[in-house]
């Protein structure tokens, strides 16, 4: 087995792009970021395990690789994608700015931390009867509430009214972490966030986590198997990823070995980069990359309406045009890559949340805050939503 660390794959390749019969992958065009070319990887099977597309919201608490590359890619192969209105946020991430992805704990509210506002006064009481014990769902809405309200940047946990020998003994890692950036949770609140946790919709698969299309497969988190619905328990991810990988593994070794002379001619064609040019305005991606975290985490994050999701789709339509014409008129690097797939994805949970009429699990709206008697999936279907 080989591993590929300095890699970034770029799109799929399919029978049908190269004049092939049929639609099967054929493997995938590849980034090397130490060489900035663009290599073709071959394959019999291709199996995407590329994670979430948290990394579409301002705060997250995933690593910087949860860029939905997998859907998008899978998207643009021609593959179904279902529930992606459906993202689940944890309610206590560290609010800092050298504090990247830091996530509190929800055992210290099971252990009596408070969240508070700005003044110190509690809130949690006005929104729930069992105040900071309520589901993660309640406290994240509750949160953004407030922060909304108020204006502010951030809520405040507070755990100070304990023994600082039980902080200590019991949250150690926690308790280190902020003493680095200069909280000391023993005698003052921690300042925290709502942070986008879990895409709990992806590519649509079969249960061996085959998709629409041939040879391509997907598990974990890319992948919609059905198993989430609209939220998301603790930990049922792991046994997904494993009991999906292994189904996955069996339907590959069962099917018959295939060469490159089976596939026929023509070869899949190298990367051709002759007709663009290196970017001098790399600036422009980083600018429409914070446009786009922002507005979608305030217009289609953890509450949203009508109005903030049709602001959502106008100016995700237009950063779509801005980075296609981008990506056809320069060399693609890695930054531009997942900005493109961001762009994709975030296209595609705005529509399925406008689509969705209702509030359910981890979609919240305003203007429809009852839940329908039948749950239904959201199902888009490529080159068209359908």
């Known amino acids: 087995m080989s591993f590929f660390k300095q890699f970034v794959a770029v799109d799929l ?63 643009r192969a021609g593959c179904r994608v279902a529930n992606l209105e459906f993202n689940q ?73 304990k023994p600082s020998k039980f902080i200590k003994d019991h949250f150690p890692n926690i308790y280190a972490r902020c003493a680095e950036l200069g909280i000391n949770i023993t005698n003052a609140p921690i300042p925290i966030v709502p942070a986008a946790h879990y895409t709990c919709g992806g590519i649509v698969t079969d249960s061996n986590g085959q998709t629409d299309v041939p040879n391509l497969y997907a598990i974990g988190e890319s992948s919609f198997t059905g198993l989430h619905g609209a939220n998301r328990m603790a930990s049922n991810s792991l046994l997904e990823c494993m009991v999906f990988a292994n189904a996955a593994a069996e339907s590959i070794m069962v099917k018959p070995k295939e060469t490159k002379d089976d596939l026929g001619v023509p070869k899949v064609p190298a990367w051709d980069d002759s007709q ?45 045009q801005e980075v296609s014409e981008y990506y056809s008129n320069y060399k693609i690097y890695s930054v531009l890559v997942e900005f493109r797939n961001l762009v994709t994805v975030a296209v595609l949970i705005v529509h399925s949340a406008i689509t969705r009429k209702e509030s359910r699990g981890l979609h919240f709206t305003l203007d429809y805050p009852e839940i329908l008697e039948e749950a239904r999936d959201t199902v888009l279907v490529p080159p068209n939503f359908g």
């Open 13 to 75: 390749v399919k029978a049908n792009d190269i004049g092939l019969k049929g639609n099967s992958c054929l493997g995938a065009y590849v980034l090397n970021l130490e060489s900035g070319d663009v290599e073709l990887f071959r394959a019999n099977h291709v199996i995407l395990a590329t994670g979430g597309a948290s990394k579409v919201y301002l705060y997250t608490s995933n690593p910087d690789t949860a860029s939905g590359d997998g859907i998008a890619m899978a998207w």
């Open 276 to 320: 663009v040019t290196s970017s001098i305005e790399d600036v422009t991606i980083s600018h429409n990359w914070d446009e786009l975290r922002r507005f979608m985490w305030n217009y289609v994050g953890i509450v949203r309406t009508d109005k903030r999701l049709q602001r959502a789709r106008r100016r995700v339509q237009l950063l779509q």
């Open 89 to 161: 946020f944890h309610p206590t991430c560290l609010y800092h700015p050298e504090a990247k992805s830091f996530l509190i704990s929800e055992a210290l509210r099971g252990e009596g931390a408070k969240l508070v506002l700005p003044n110190g006064k509690q809130f949690m009481h006005h929104f729930d009867e069992r105040a900071e014990l309520a589901p993660r769902d309640i406290v994240a809405r509750a949160i953004d509430h407030e922060m909304k309200r108020l204006g502010c940047d951030c809520v405040y946990l507070d755990i100070s009214h």
